[in-house]
């Protein structure tokens, strides 16, 4: 449920990411899909799930179909973890795609990733990734980027 | 069987599902030592709560169901003239993904053998390869559904 106060956005972004922060999961892996999310909601996250970077995009109301332009100011994730290896648009392509955006570029992007590829991995932190993350994802990973970001935001 | 000697069977049958050491005194799970991954299967265990008190057993009903699908997809690609091993490598990097995250050791190992056939372009060692991968699919398959039988019946047996 969105907060419908327009005139404390950043103070709306701040309080969620401390108490219960709305998180944005893409990975085109199922079993993938299901072990982030439970991870995510075992540290009081709430979690939307998408299967690629374009049903991403379409969440985010970055898609084809830009029906959300005026919502636009209030952000409605305050993180989003995605996958390096999908087919089509890769979590790089889809990081890339967020930090163009006027709206959600200020959202931390964290890629993960079953390979660790230095390369890669600058290539992200580059682009403008908070982190990168190897999988699989243990709990200690998720604490730690929930600290990361806390930390980010003061 | 009493509750405790159901749990007492549970515990043992996850530890040699997990451990290298078999437990002589229970010979039949000689069978089970190695294939789980103690640090991730039991990572998954953890996740498990009262909203959630059957979560590894979902995951590992999805690993299987989603598995069939990416099985029949190398099938049909290593079928096909010419072997598309970029299509087979891709299938197979997916599947090894999800072994990775439930922990299954002794069938991600298989995948790389499997892998180190697709870069080569060896279509015979994929598909022998392939053969092995299945094996140890289905071998952990009827570990696990033993493993999460007896969990139930100790779970149910302690409502009584």
Known sequence: MESGSSSSSSKVL???????????AVDDNVIDRKLVEKLLQNSSCRVTTAENGPRALEFLGLGDHR???LEGNVSKVNLIITDYCMPGMTGYDLLKK?????????????????ENVPTRINKCLE??????????????????LRCHLMNSRS | MDRNQL???VALMRSSLIEQVPNPSLPSLKLLVGYLDEQQFLQLEDLQDD????????IVTLFYKDSARLFHNIEQALKSRPVDFAKLDNYMHQFRGSTSSIGAIKVKNECNQFKEFCLAGNAEGCARAFQKVKQE????RTQLETYFKL???????ETV
């Not at chain 1, 701040?14 to 944005?24: A, G, K």
């Not at chain 1, 682009?127 to 730690?144: C, N, W």
């Open chain 1, 98 to 114: 967020i930090k163009e955006s006027s709206v959600m570029k200020e959202v931390p992007v964290v890629i993960m990733s079953s």
């Open chain 2, 7 to 9: 749990q007492r069977q």
């Open chain 2, 51 to 58: 909203v959630n008190p059957n979560f590894v057993e979902e």
């Open chain 1, 67 to 69: 029906h959300n332009a």
């Open chain 2, 137 to 140: 699919h289905e071998t952990l």
């Open chain 2, 151 to 157: 969990r139930r019946q100790a779970g149910l047996a």
């Open chain 1, 127 to 144: 682009e403008g990734a908070q982190m990168f993350m190897i999988k699989p994802l243990k709990q200690s990973d998720i604490k730690r």
């Open chain 1, 14 to 24: 701040m309080e969620n990411i401390v108490d219960q922060p709305h998180v944005l």
